[in-house]
């Protein structure tokens, strides 16, 4: 399926707001391939087709993991909304015919990190965060820092989220401190 086969089949089964945010994560995962030398294809398709499972209500999202077997832990039983990241990359294939293993893991990643992350996965999990359509305080910065250095961008990321997560007193999945903690071991 071509890009804009995706975008029109995408359009259909989101609603409009989604939508447009999937187009800017798409727009912004471009640029930032092409700052960190990243294939710009693969980036604009993770990013349009990131909350691809974002269309399920989230009952349906539990049934749809159930029925194809997707292991979901303690968390994601608490968090559900956290299985659309795991449900849209198993389910590319079937609904958008693309078996690319790094897209898959880039979906996968984007909501919550995991260890190991690929550049692609650093740059879809930003670009959604980083979209046109975002507005938060701390934006400007992480936009600017994006531009900079990734994983630096990355780390300002992960700590935003875990003070989102903490202001609501929720839990942190253990897969965002596994990604930062790893970052600031390397650095």
Do not use: W
Not at 18 to 30: E, P
């Amino acid at each position: 399926m071509k890009i804009a086969e995706m975008k029109e089949f995408l359009s259909k089964r989101l609603k409009e707001k989604r939508y447009k945010h999937s187009l800017g994560v798409a727009m912004t995962a471009g640029q930032l391939a092409k700052r960190y030398g990243v294939c710009v294809e693969k980036a604009e398709i993770a990013g349009l087709l990131h909350d691809c499972a974002r269309e399920f209500t989230i009952n349906e999202m539990i049934e749809q993991a159930n029925k194809r077997q997707i292991f979901f832990s303690e968390i994601e039983r608490h968090v559900p909304i956290l299985l659309h990241a795991v449900l849209g990359a198993d389910m590319l294939e079937e609904s958008y015919g693309i078996k690319d293993l790094d897209i898959k893991q880039a979906i996968r990643f984007h909501t919550v990190g995991g260890a190991n992350m690929s550049k692609l996965d650093k740059i879809i999990y930003l670009a959604d965060m980083i979209e046109p359509g975002r507005d938060f305080p701390e934006l400007a910065i992480l936009r600017r820092r994006a531009e900079e250095n990734l994983d630096q961008a990355m780390l300002l990321a992960f700590n935003q989220s875990m003070q989102f997560v903490l202001k609501k007193n929720s839990i942190i999945h253990p897969d965002t401190v596994l990604a930062r903690n790893e970052i600031l071991l390397k650095g």
